[in-house]
């Protein structure tokens, strides 16, 4: 046995790889006096200080794990060990215990998993090389304690064979205990497993050396009080739900693998060409780890918090990157979401070919994706974009929260999961860019903005379907789970923000946030924190318009309980003249007195001075109902915004004395619900002027015309 | 008489070309400045920085629009290809004859097959040395990393390959080169090689004349919605097609190939 440096950089392995060939070029250029990369070492304890941690209930760690996993990497195989120690910290009393087996979605064609993918996700097929993964169970054995000793003759330290089978569904599987287990009561099952790895497809599985080693071991389910058992059955959709725990965990790999994984590792050590790894993680409910002998480790540090990449040779070049976009991210959820209580972070790249195990979050661990290959050069002066690489990393951050720390029951309320962390990404992305409404794409001097690219995303398929079901609803035919989970959900909160304050809204979710940590919160939960928060009905009139409230809790069951959309269009323009009093009237005694003619007869508008009267009527073309600001220009150049209530479909404002130029709705952009915006602003009809955009982008035509018939020449 | 001389002495040749091509792009724009017009009557936009933004919404709520869009973009690459080729032997006739009575003009005509042939036999030697530079590059500048080494490297290639197609052409014009045998094709890429003072004032004005087409291309889209700069592009087509003018110009003044026997 001999301790092995936990900071080598590649592995004897990847040095006869081509890839690997250009590293050692570079490490030897680096031997000759380039900076070496930063280390940090290992944290010593898996949560940070009590005085940086925040709040960690106790009571809620139910579930500990110890794993052991031996990694057949010819084989892509694991063979395991897991020792679970439960407690019922609810009022039920229970006779069987429910485990997901969650490799067994892979396991043959017939299976949910298989069924409702189509054999695919996220548009990688299943490859027809090793298809196949399942998690194999050998044995279950409940451990010998005094609460399941029958009477007095039994001997209490005899493990006890329990029961097992897999369940219709293989992804799950129910255990039989001897007796029930009542509240406050602990047990402690074993079980032998063997894991076999699919080729890389949906989150887990493995390329060539690589091994995304995830979901590998059997899983126990979560206990609720009003619903009882919880552990789904693993479709396309569904993602994963357990319960917190402390996690001891047991790696042996081959030597040349470099690991990464969740929690920190205690202690390492080589022995035969194998290298036998200790993990440790506290108060998590999941653990992951991946291996490949191409790994190399680039580190950051945050706060204390270790930030480890293990990135793949020909991307080095784009770690700092990934690493300032994790720091950030860092500081935006800190402040807005409350204490990272973990001492580390480590993020994976997967290699080229295995992009489907990338973009994926697991405790104190996610995976990634590369950015663009777009040298400097280009991404200063000519073209860049903040959607590839980066925001995967903002995004999988993201789930450290909504996910990691939070746990919601993403199969049952997927947007209180994807929909919020997507939220919270682009307040993310807003902080980091100081900016409301930052750049997501540039073109020279062009850009497409915040705004532009989620009304991009919600745009139709964003409401074919309500929003509040459960994540197997959405069937993938239809194609519209990304927009209407993900960018409806931010679409919805953004626009609440926009709307009600920034200020109150960043608070209410500061305190859903605190409330939440550890405590599997439900949708409900935050709908009344908002509505706490906010106000049941706050005064939403622009400034210097008539009150007009908005009740928030009509607003959130309408964007997440119909198909409502938000479609508001300025429907006519009129300027005329004033009606005055000309005319016949009756006197005091009764007699028709004048028949002047109105003064506007024979006279164009513009000769009639103040004795005009601007009409504007807009349109709620959609069925959500919301307020809806009203900004009208005048002929001087004078404006006035006002706030419709929007309780009828049309609505019509004069201004006595004014001729209207220009009317916008919504002008400065709060209703990020609204995706068809082309029809919120038109000019006075008479008036003749330009749409605005048939000149521009025809001239833009013709020049690429130009460019394009240039090239013939 | 230099090749730039050449060129100002066909000035009706010039105008025709600048005519045909202007009127081209205007016309094809045409459609779709009136179509988006009537796709957002009666409403209105305010660019406010955001002309991208709004215009892929444009696209996305009518995809009429952006068939009509490639359409009008692939419309001028055909319809530029098919002028090109179809003038090619006057215009080299016109350059060789420049200065004299343009009596042999109609007689260009016939050598229109032959010039056809030629550029195709061109093509094939021409994506053989992008392929080549290609693969050098991604070999040198692995996993996507090209860089301005790499873009230069084949700005180059395409220039050197632009001159040996202008030298073929040249050849089966003026020199009775071999019509049909792709060896004319092939030896202009040999010729160019050997003769730098028709290769190096070739390159110089087709970096000229795609600097143009870069020029016209960052003018427009960093001016959309931002104020009309069309005449500047206009004004830069024009520079393009003088150009690329005198470019083949310094093919027609290398008279025929001094090494071949």
């Not at chain 1, 979050?361 to 400097?376: G, R, W």
Request: hydrophobic content about 45%; proline content about 6%; overall charge negative.
């Amino acid at each position: 046995m001999r301790p092995v440096s936990v900071q080598r950089l590649v592995s004897i392995q990847s040095l006869v790889s081509i890839r690997a060939s250009a590293l050692l070029l570079t490490l030897c250029l680096g031997c000759s006096g380039a900076p070496e990369l930063p280390r940090f070492p290992e944290p010593t304890s898996a949560l940070r200080p009590e005085t940086q941690r925040g709040i960690v209930p106790a009571d809620a760690r139910i579930t500990d794990y110890e794993l052991e996993g031996r990694l057949d990497a010819e084989q892509h195989r694991v063979e395991g060990s897991a020792r679970v120690t439960w407690r019922n910290t609810t009022q039920r009393t229970v006779d069987s215990l429910p485990f997901h087996l969650y490799l067994n979605g892979f396991r043959a064609e017939d299976t949910a998993w298989m069924r409702t993918s189509g054999g695919a996700h996220r548009n990688h097929p299943q490859n027809s090389e090793g298809t196949w993964g399942y998690i194999d169970i050998h044995s279950v054995q409940l451990e010998a304690s005094p609460l399941f000793v029958a009477d007095d003759t039994e001997d209490p330290r005899t493990a006890v064979d329990l029961p097992w089978r897999e369940d219709d569904e293989p992804s799950t599987m129910t255990v039989d205990l001897p007796r029930p287990v009542g509240p406050g009561e602990t047990i402690t099952v074993h079980l032998g497993f063997t894991a076999q790895l699919p080729r890389v497809i949906a989150r887990t599985g493995y390329l060539d050396e690589f091994h995304a080693v995830a979901q590998w071991f059997p899983k126990l389910g979560v206990l609720e009080d009003e619903a009882g058992w919880q552990a789904h059955t693993f479709t396309v959709q569904d993602e994963f739900y357990a319960d917190f725990g402390n996690y001891k965990v047991m790696l042996d790999v081959p030597e040349r693998m470099v690991v990464g994984a969740t929690g920190v590792r205690t202690a390492e050590e080589i022995v035969d060409g194998r290298k036998r790894l200790t993990y440790e993680a506290e108060m998590v409910h999941d653990f992951a780890w991946m291996a490949d002998p191409n790994f190399v480790e680039h580190h950051g540090e945050w706060q204390g918090i270790r930030i480890r990449q293990l990135i793949q040779p020909e991307h080095i070049a784009d770690a700092d990157a990934h690493l300032a976009a994790t720091v950030s991210a860092f500081e935006s959820y800190q402040k807005r979401f409350g204490p990272y209580p973990w001492s580390s972070l480590t993020i994976i790249h997967a290699p080229e070919g295995a992009e489907d195990a990338g973009g994926m979050e697991y405790p104190t661990l996610f995976t990634t994706s590369d950015m663009a290959p777009l040298p400097p050069w280009v991404r200063n002066h000519l073209f860049d974009e903040k959607m590839s690489g980066l925001f995967t990393t903002l995004h999988e951050f993201g789930h450290q929260y909504f996910q990691g720390l939070f746990a919601s029951r993403e199969h049952l309320e997927p947007w209180l999961d994807e929909g919020m962390n997507t939220t919270s990404n682009l307040l993310a992305a807003i902080d980091r860019a100081g900016s409301e409404d930052p750049v997501v794409i540039r073109l020279l001097s062009q850009e497409i903005l915040l705004s532009d690219s989620l009304s991009n995303g919600i745009a139709r398929r964003g409401f074919l379907e309500p929003l509040d079901r459960p994540a197997s609803a959405f069937r993938r035919i239809v194609r519209n789970y990304g927009s209407t989970v993900y960018m409806r959900t931010a679409a919805l909160m953004l626009t609440l923000r926009n709307v009600a304050g920034h200020e109150a809204f960043d608070r209410a979710l500061r305190i859903y946030s605190d409330e939440a940590r550890f405590r599997h919160p439900r949708g409900s939960e935050l709908e009344a924190t908002l509505v706490a928060g906010l106000g049941e009905r706050p005064n939403v009139a622009a400034a210097g318009s008539a009150p007009v409230h908005l009740d928030v809790q009509e607003y959130l069951d309408q964007a997440l309980r119909t198909t409502h959309e938000i479609d508001f269009e300025v429907y006519s323009i009129d300027n005329r003249p004033l009606r005055g009093k000309t005319g016949w009237h009756r006197d005091d005694n009764g007699t028709l007195q004048g028949g002047e003619p109105p003064p506007y007869l024979d006279k164009k508008l513009d000769e009639l001075g103040d004795a005009v009267e601007g009409r504007v009527a807009v349109r709620r073309a959609g069925a959500f109902q919301i307020p809806v600001d009203i900004r009208v220009v005048f002929e001087d150049g004078s404006s006035e915004t006002l706030t419709w209530d929007n309780q009828e479909t049309i609505g019509v404002f004069s201004w006595p004395g004014q001729k209207i130029h220009q009317v916008t709705l919504d002008p400065e952009h709060k209703l990020l619900l609204e995706w068809d915006r082309l029809d919120n602003m038109a000019y006075d009809p008479d008036l003749g002027e330009e749409d605005g955009l048939s000149r521009p982008l025809g001239d833009l035509t013709e020049a690429m015309s130009l460019a394009v018939m240039g090239l013939g020449l | 008489m230099n090749a730039l001389t050449r060129v100002w002495r066909a000035p009706r040749l010039i105008l025709l070309l600048i005519v045909v091509q202007l009127a081209t792009a205007v016309w094809l724009s045409a459609a779709v400045r009136d179509a988006i017009g009537r796709a957002l009557e009666p409403y209105s936009i305010l660019m406010d920085g955001r002309f991208l933004g709004l215009a892929i919404a444009l696209l996305r709520d009518h995809p009429e629009l952006a068939a009509g869009y490639l359409q009008a973009l692939t419309g001028s690459l055909v319809i530029s290809l098919v002028i090109w080729i179809l003038i090619s032997p006057t215009v080299i006739t016109r350059l060789a004859t420049a200065g004299q009575a343009p009596a042999t003009l109609p007689s260009a005509g016939r050598h229109l097959p032959a010039v056809l042939a030629v550029t195709l036999w061109h093509l094939v030697p021409r994506a053989i040395l992008l392929a080549i530079v290609g693969a050098a590059t991604k070999t040198l500048m692995p996993h996507g990393n090209w860089g301005l080494a790499g873009l230069a490297l084949t700005a180059v290639t395409l220039a050197f390959c632009t001159c040996a197609l202008d030298l073929a052409r040249c050849h089966v014009v003026l020199h009775g080169a071999r019509r049909w045998h792709y060896s004319t094709a092939l030896r202009a890429f040999g010729e160019a090689s050997r003769r730098p003072r028709v290769l190096l004032p070739s390159m110089v004005w087709s970096f000229a004349q795609w600097g143009c087409t870069i020029a016209m291309l960052v003018i427009a889209i960093n001016a959309a919605g931002a104020g009309s700069t069309i005449w500047v592009v206009r004004a830069l087509a024009v520079l393009g097609i003088l150009f690329g003018l005198t470019r083949i110009a310094v093919a027609v003044e290398a008279g025929p190939d001094p090494g071949r026997t």
